[in-house]
């Protein structure tokens, strides 16, 4: 349409809208607004633009900002923003006129770099956390008359929280150096977003029932809660995980990374017989070599380390098996899988394990120390086991006849895949309460802070490093007094023990409030 601005005629869109949850909204001088530009001028049929996006200035004649939302209580601004009969102008179109109907290329292109970085980054900061407080707070509580991190259901469970985190945090750091060479991964980005931020959630709420009571108190001492609180924001926005999870990543992997599908549809449309011939005959070689390798093994791009041989060659023959897998449920689902979201899903899923598993590969080459060799291991054992089991679901839920045979035929020779063993996890366990290199290198990003609950858990942990094997005597001593002064006394060093006990007091401890 054309309005008078400024006593100019000026060619532009009158747009109406309504949407909730926008962040900073209650503060915003700009909003940013993808909206489908429709041109009535034009005949029946070709009136639709696309999907086009504007910044408009705020405030704005028809434009209202409503009240404050209060995102699980977190003090960032977010709030509804409302238009009607809105002129957005073609100089307030991204790109200008000549890009409108281009938005969803943009809001995609966006989406493949930014979902690949700051949510994955929360989750990565939520685990890292969540691993360093539960590993720590196990040192320092005791019952029983022992720290309660040497019992072994805390020790299995920080060790697999330990061990998922090197998995998530190298797929992070992997995809953070893909993007800075340029490119935009999208599917990898959706993988990172649900992954890490399902990763984030399951560490957290693990290392909530790992401090109790602690847990649960609000205050300036609790270690977790608003983490745990924020958690549900980072799964539900940029793509709720579910929808992303059961309709994205493999919706979009199935033809974006496939080699031949892609070529396949192009020749359809451009009806061109001799393309869609070699794009067919180069698929069936695709799905002969793909079914050999899962049946008689996988060759492997490159060479893996050493120490991580055994796990390479598993990841490449399982990665045959989950391409023979996809072209099987394209072959016979069709159009049908797109709906079927629960396959969908599982397809997605097993990709992701792989995705991770490589990742683990990448990170133990990059960071070229022996130290966490055991974390690697352990972290891509857990992954391809994970994708086997993903797989053999999958096969279990094909609505095919036929069906249990190809995934007996397809999932052959990895039957051998076991998860982690308890005496592995527990070694684990007991490297992360004895070594805080190990610790540190797991989670580089917890900084000190100035003061709260988590400064108290460094200190505390610092004095009783100091303290060394003293400690299992001076909680004993502590058992029979039931006096800090008086069991420090009967320490070789009573100054430091009783820094310790009080340390260690601050860290059990919660805060109090008047009714
Ligand atoms: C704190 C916060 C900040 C936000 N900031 C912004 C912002 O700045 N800008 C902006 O544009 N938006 C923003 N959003 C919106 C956010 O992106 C949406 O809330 C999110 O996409 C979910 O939409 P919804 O709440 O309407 O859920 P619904 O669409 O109602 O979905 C509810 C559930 O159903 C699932 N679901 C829906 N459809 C399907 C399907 N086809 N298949 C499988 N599952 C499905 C979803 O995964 C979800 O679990 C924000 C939201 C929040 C909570």
Known sequence: CEREIDGVRTRGFSVSFSKRYITLAPVATVVGLAFNAIDESRPEGRRELGITCALIPVPQPGMQIGRRHHP??????????????????MDWIIGGEHRVGQGWRMLMECLAAGRAISLPALGAATQQTSVFVANGYGQIRNQFGLPIGRFDAVAGTIAAMAVELYATDAARRYTAAVLDQGEQPSVASAILKVQLTEAGRRSVNHAMDILGGKGIISGPSNLLSVAYRHMPIAITVEGANILTRSLIIFGQGAVRCHPFVMREMQAVQQNDAQALGQALIGHAGHVARNLWRSLFG?????????????????????????????DLAMGLLGGRLKRMELLSARLGDCLAHLYLASCCLWRYVFDANADLLPFARAAMRVELDAAEEVLRDLYANFPTPGRRLIGALVLSRTAHLAPLRDVQLLALAQLLRTRPDLVARLCPDVSTPKTGGLLDLMQALELSRQLSDDATALNKLVRRTCSFEEAAQGMPNPELALAYLRAADRVIQVDDFAP
């Open 298 to 326: 996988a060759p492997m791009a490159g060479t893996p380390p050493a120490a991580l041989e055994k796990e390479a060659r598993l990841l490449a023959r399982l990665s045959a098996k989950y391409a023979l897998t996809c």
């Open 72 to 89: 699980m209580n977190s003090s960032f601004m977010n709030g509804p923003i409302k238009g009607q009969d809105v002129f957005v102008p």
